[in-house]
């Protein structure tokens, strides 16, 4: 127990109510750094949702075939809802949405690092799908276990969505993997592009992610950024390798006494240039969202003026 904890009887409770694997309701007491933690989180984690639209999106136009379009226009409609849950939830904790905008539109806020990459071809479409949608899985289903009640309500639903994202991607890729020569090529580039950056995009190693002892410590996350690395890697580089695609890393392979899957040196810097908004579409990404926001101010007005006009006759 810390110091905090012994001299403070409201937080020995509260600790005390995370250790009996509780949820932590809106309006149910909760230290400030708990509170300010979720927020950062969640919204990030909103945003990402918001920003991950655009690599798919710009493929619906080009979809090859019906069924892929509709499937991928349900896929890009999800992502929005679910951005709508994640600013509901982290709204429950006193964000407001003009604050996480402003935060996220001027660069202020972080979103996830692995939508700054190019979706050059159809194929990219196909491995965001098993890869990034595969890693977010392991992510939320870690977080559906979270103890704050709105958060982990809200992953149930997102994860249930989320596998159908997944198990489409790989639908396609393993169809490509066993395709065509040309297929096949473009999938194994797609692959050669997204595997680092999708093995990033879970986070620092432990021994440099400066949030995970007290997002732990309180149940928001209930695994580190290498444990959930570590299933990410386990479930999908046998899966990879059984299609016949070879994964960008000569040094990954699983110790035979532990079976854990060891991976290569990880390019942090690259991973920081990125975070830091120089990666190769960080720009481009937030122009097109401070674009959307622009063009749908008109929608905010009416309702807001709507909105206002209904209160005042009920007033009146
Ligand atoms: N991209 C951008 N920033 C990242 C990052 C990433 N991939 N990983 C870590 N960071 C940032 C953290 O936000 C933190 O900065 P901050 O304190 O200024 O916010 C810093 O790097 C140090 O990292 P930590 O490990 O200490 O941070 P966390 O403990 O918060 O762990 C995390 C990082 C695992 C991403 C955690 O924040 C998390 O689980 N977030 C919620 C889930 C989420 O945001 N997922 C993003 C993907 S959403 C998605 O994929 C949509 C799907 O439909 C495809």
Not at 35 to 47: C, D
Not at 213 to 232: A, S, Y
Request: hydrophobic fraction near 35%.
């Amino acid at each position: 127990m810390t110091n905090e904890v012994i001299n403070d009887p409201k937080m020995e409770a509260f600790e005390a109510r995370i250790a009996r694997g509780e949820k932590i309701e809106p309006g149910d007491w909760m230290p400030e750094a708990y509170r300010k933690q979720l927020i950062r989180m969640i919204s990030q984690h909103a945003h990402s949702e918001y920003i991950g639209m655009l690599p798919e999106g710009k493929w619906i136009p080009h979809a090859p075939s019906l069924r892929r379009k509709m499937i991928l226009i349900a896929k890009v409609q999800d992502e929005a809802g679910h951005g709508q849950y994640l600013y509901h939830a982290a709204e429950t904790l006193g964000a407001t949405r003009e604050e996480m905008m402003d935060a996220f539109l001027t660069g202020k806020a972080k979103y996830s690092s692995i939508f700054n990459y190019p979706s050059d071809s159809w194929s990219d479409v196909a491995i965001i799908g098993w890869l990034v949608d595969g890693a977010a899985i392991k992510n939320q289903l870690m977080l559906a276990q979270c103890s704050y009640g709105p958060y982990s309500r809200a992953m149930v639903r997102i994860c249930a969505e989320e596998t159908f994202h997944h198990k489409q991607g790989k639908e396609m890729v393993l169809k490509y993997a066993a395709g065509t020569p040309k297929q096949r090529e473009m999938v194994q580039d797609s692959l050669n592009r997204y595997w680092w950056p999708s093995v990033m995009m879970l986070g620092p190693h432990d021994s440099d992610s400066p949030n995970t002892p007290q997002l732990v410590r309180w149940g928001i996350k209930t695994k580190t950024n290498d444990e959930v690395r570590q299933e990410f890697i386990a479930e999908t580089a046998p899966e990879l390798l059984e299609a016949g695609l070879t994964i960008p890393d000569p040094d990954l392979h699983q110790d035979e006494t532990s079976g854990e899957w060891i991976h290569g040196p990880i390019d942090w810097d690259e991973f920081w240039q990125v975070v830091r908004g120089n990666g190769p579409c960080n720009k481009e990404r937030l122009a097109a969202r401070a674009k959307a926001h622009a063009d749908g101010a008109w929608v905010r007005e009416a309702l807001n003026g709507y909105s206002q006009k209904k209160s005042a006759a009920i007033i009146n």
